[in-house]
């Protein structure tokens, strides 16, 4: 693309933008002497008024952020009852409350790790969010590896001991090898064969396939990411503005 091509399509994508008169003329139709003359004038309007196309592109990322958050709240309204009721994922919180919280984590993921106390936080400061963990390991072997002794945990010894697994994993500072994870097993006092003999279990490895599936469908490919009221959050996000969220939802409720 020539200079003064890129330079009037430029000019005319902002004033499409802006709102100006861009479609009222054909480039390519001009003859050269006229795609001349008008590439001068395009070019020392533009130097004149260079606030123009940082106001054109403000303006062209709002609505690809409007378009992106349209289409996020499309794909949770799809899929909002495999979201919320899967029938596997660990429920924390408060079961019977009024908002749910999804997060899809990855125990070695660093803004996961910083989300956790922020999560907590808001937990506490709010007795009644609903919390749905999805173990999504997406960071390698390791990851896998935590994600299996996780959910292998739950099998084995109920919601009460994922919780704890859950807590330490995301604490934890080493390398998740068989013989670390032994020892939390021992630590938290459950049986480690039994946890281990069923990590490579069909049951553990339906579920996570069921979560990739699904973050694949709502086109989540980071941790962590969120799902409050409808909306795709991905990202950490402080508990201050988790609970602005929260509240805001609860007003349209109400």
């Keep these: 693309m020539t200079p003064f091509i890129r330079t009037a399509t430029a000019a005319a994508a902002a004033l499409a933008l802006l709102g100006g008169p861009a479609r009222a003329f054909d480039i390519s139709n001009m003859s050269d002497a006229e795609r001349e003359a008008f590439g001068g004038q395009v ?28 289409r996020d709240e499309t794909l949770v309204a799809g899929n909002l009852d495999e979201l919320e009721n899967d029938g596997y994922s660990w429920v924390g ?4 409350g009024d908002i749910t919280l999804v997060e899809f984590m990855d125990y070695r993921c660093g803004y996961c ?26 960071l390698g072997d390791a990851s896998v590896l935590s994600s299996r002794f996780a959910v292998a945990a739950k099998h084995v010894a109920g919601d009460d ?8 994993l995301i ?4 390398e998740p090898n068989e013989v670390a994870l032994r020892r939390l097993a021992e630590e938290l006092s459950l049986d480690a064969d039994a946890v281990f003999a069923g990590m490579d279990s069909e049951e553990v490895t339906a579920e996570l396939r069921r979560t990739r599936e699904l973050a694949q469908k709502l086109a989540i490919s980071g941790t962590p990411t969120f799902v409050l009221g ?11 503005q988790m609970e602005i969220m929260v509240a805001e939802i609860r007003d349209q409720q109400s």
């Design 93 to 96: 919180g408060n079961p019977e």
């Design 230 to 240: 409808g909306e795709l959050l991905r990202g950490y996000l402080p508990a201050d």
């Design 43 to 70: 070019r020392a309007y533009l130097l004149e008024n260079p606030e123009l196309i940082l106001e054109a592109v403000d303006l062209l990322e709002q609505r690809q952020q409007q378009a992106e958050a349209a």
């Design 113 to 138: 790790r910083r989300a956790a106390p922020e999560v907590a936080k808001l937990l506490e400061s709010d007795g009644n969010i609903r919390l749905v963990i999805k173990e999504f390991p997406i």
């Design 171 to 174: 604490a934890f500072g080493g």
């Design 161 to 168: 001991a994922y919780k704890q697994v859950h807590d330490a």
